[in-house]
């Protein structure tokens, strides 16, 4: 028997085909995106033979360790847009091949990338990119793709930020390598025909979360992925399928460290200004130079300020005086000791507009007839004004009480009754009114309307939501009813009665014709919300009727689970999933389930279903699954009780493990004979 495995083995070794790394040169790299998890113990042999792979230099090949239970964005990215099946899954060029679960050789994963070599009727595109270190963990990052096509090109671009060695370790305790930060881009693009597209951003570590991540064990990798949809499959051949975008180019690149320093305009005009004296302070930073040492010039661009950039100096503020009325763009840049300049200098554009106060247009308009005797009077100015020097400066004729709100550069006059019918009314606003720079409007500005004859139409509830009727109301929804004309708020509210009665805020909108009723919370069962007829609208005019409507609210509920509860015998490879009558919050799943005995697994949703991916689960065990009342829906509402499942495992069958094996070693024994014997042959 020793014998005939040794023969087995050399015969195996002589036959099969290793995929060989072609000499000749590449013309683009490949992408993979490695779907994996810090509990998975198959991702680890895995994780590491990409890593081969890509130390070997046999390809110009990169890989991302999307670390789905670290990372959202990378499980949004994997579930969301892969849905991903289970750990590992390799996604190669954004899924032209899909390997999943671990494999005891690297074979699969070479033909994959092979394959993805071979692709033909890719777009002749051109991607640079250039990564500068800006200090504290930040990243200047600019792209730019050369579309040499004759047509426009749609496409995806996703720029990743990636660690090299990770803070995060796979299941046997050592790094993960080139694990997934977050983006730094991740936006459709087009490019025009035989043009240019350039991206510039900056990525903060620190404003993401990685205040420690270090320039010197950084990977950014950027890949360009086309707009035209593919089938793909996650669990191939034919099962979880997604859109598969396939990568035309991909590019990857460590900082520049020691970049030039960067600089930031603190204070200074943004917009208009009626202001002819301006000021602006800034300042600079840079990895290595201290920032009392870093030297900056500056220079203003519009009308005559089109001189020359100034001395190299240590102030970082400057002021102009008496700036003539026009277009501004002030620009400062920042060198550091070595005598790198920014690469980019910053800017601040601005108008100086010394005109005087105007009025750009009102509300009512001017000479407008049959305006509701409930209405408000907006007054809109081009400049920010003076507040006080507005309110002192207005009249209306005849006079009424009113209470001023301003919502930017507009006055909303909100009077304390309603105005008289069929009346003509004046506003005017004096000319002491100026500007918050000093300048006053030039003369007076008026304008005249006149109030409606009296309403005696009664108002009517044309739609609610939900309507009458509606089954299975979350706990957490509002109750609207619209209203066919403003009404009288406080009539409403004493009309108002719910049965049986629940908390809640009452919020208007729509100038008083839509009334929202938010629950605190709202318990299982049938409630009805009436609105007596002694609802009035703003006219007076009572509703004809009561009106009623009648809903009914339910909480979140388990349908189904599989396994089923009490099932027997379910495979250690079973895709345990439950499914909930709506939508839930996956987060509260992951926090609210818990199984016994203890397994690590991470919670995934499509539609209602929510998945626990576990790697495997033991041989003949009885599980429970418990997910606690407080699990909760995607808007807000929770179970309310406790859930419980029990199953158990299949049980491990050793002989019928065993037969398989011995058969295949006869059979395999029997073809190294004819093997032999095919060889004698042949001599």
């Known amino acids: 028997m020793f014998l005939l495995v040794i023969l087995i083995l050399a015969f195996l070794a002589s036959s099969i085909d290793y995929p060989e790394a072609s000499t000749s040169t590449y013309t683009r790299s490949v992408l993979c995106e490695e779907g994996t998890a810090t509990w998975c113990t198959p991702c680890v042999a895995a994780g590491d033979m990409l890593y081969s792979i890509y130390e070997s230099g046999d390809y110009p090949f990169y890989y991302i360790a999307m670390v789905t239970d670290k990372q959202t964005d990378a499980s949004s990215r994997l579930y969301d847009d892969y849905n991903m099946a289970g750990f590992p899954t390799f996604f190669f060029d954004g899924g032209y091949r899909v390997k999943f679960g671990s494999t005891s050789t690297d074979v699969s994963y070479r033909e994959a990338i092979e394959a993805c070599f071979e692709r033909t009727g890719l777009p002749d595109l051109v991607v640079d990119m250039t990564v500068l270190g800006a200090g504290e963990g930040t990243f200047n990052i600019t792209l730019e793709v050369k579309n040499n096509e004759d047509d426009v090109y749609h496409g995806y671009l996703r720029i990743y930020i990636t660690e090299i060695v990770s803070r995060w370790d796979m299941k046997n305790g050592n790094p993960y390598h080139f694990a997934f930060l977050g983006y730094a881009s991740d936006r459709d693009i087009s490019v025009d025909a035989r043009d240019l597209f350039v991206e510039t951003v900056l990525w903060n570590g620190t404003h993401e979360g990685y205040a420690d991540v270090r320039g010197d064990n950084v990977m950014v990798m950027a890949a360009v992925f086309n707009d035209e949809k593919h089938n793909g499959y996650a669990n191939p051949p034919g099962g979880n399928s997604f859109d598969a975008y396939y990568v035309d180019y991909m590019v990857a690149s460590k900082p520049q460290l020691d970049a030039p320093p960067s600089v930031d305009i603190l204070s200074g005009p943004n917009g208009t200004t009626g202001f002819s004296r301006i000021g602006f ?338 041989y003949d065990t009885e599980y429970t699954v418990l997910i606690g009342k407080d699990a909760a829906a995607s808007d807000g509402s929770t179970l309310g009780s406790d859930y419980t499942w029990v199953f158990r495992t299949e049980k491990e069958d050793n002989e019928e493990n065993t037969a398989p094996s011995f058969i295949v070693l006869m059979t395999l024994g029997g073809l190294c004979a004819a093997f032999i014997v095919m060889k004698k042959i042949k001599k």
């Open 281 to 618: 302070e800034w300042r600079g930073q840079d990895d290595f130079t201290p920032v009392s040492d870093i030297v900056y010039s500056y220079r203003l661009e519009g009308n005559v300020y089109m001189g020359e950039w100034s001395a190299w100096m240590s102030t970082t503020r400057v002021t102009y005086e008496n700036l003539s009325d026009g277009e501004y763009r002030f620009r400062v840049k920042a060198k550091d000791t070595k005598g790198q300049v920014s690469i980019v200098s910053a800017e601040r554009e601005f108008r100086v507009d010394t005109g005087p106060a105007l009025i750009e247009q009102n509300d009512p308009i001017d000479g407008e007839e049959d305006v509701p005797v409930y209405t408000r009077v907006s007054i809109f100015f081009a400049y920010g004004m003076n507040k006080t020097s507005v309110e002192k400066s207005l009249e209306i004729e005849p006079s009424v009480s009113y209470l001023p709100v301003w919502e930017e550069n507009t006055l909303i006059l909100k009077f304390m009754e309603n105005l008289d019918y069929l009346t003509r009314y004046k506003v005017t606003v004096g000319k002491d009114a100026k500007r918050m720079s000093g300048q006053q409007l030039v003369v007076p500005y008026s304008f005249l309307f006149t109030t409606a004859s009296e309403d005696r139409i009664p108002p009517a509830v044309v739609a609610t939501d939900p309507i009458d009727g509606t089954k299975n109301v979350s706990t957490k929804s509002s109750v609207i009813l619209f209203f066919s004309e403003p009404m009288d708020i406080v009539s409403v509210r004493r009309a108002l009665r719910i049965d049986p009665w629940f908390s809640h805020q009452q919020m208007w909108r729509d100038n008083d014709t839509e009334l929202i009723l938010l629950p605190l919370i709202l318990d299982d069962g049938g409630y009805t919300v009436t609105v007596l007829d002694t609802a009035m609208d703003k006219a007076g005019n009572n509703l004809t009727s009561d009106f009623g409507v009648y809903f009914e609210v339910s909480r979140p509920r388990i349908l189904y689970t599989y396994p089923y509860d009490g099932e027997e015998n379910v495979s250690i490879s079973a895709n345990l999933s439950i499914i909930f009558s709506e939508k839930m919050d996956v987060a509260s799943l992951q926090e609210m389930i818990t199984m016994v005995p203890l397994e690590n697994f991470t919670v995934t949703q499509k539609g209602s279903t929510a998945m626990l991916d576990i790697s495997r689960l033991s």
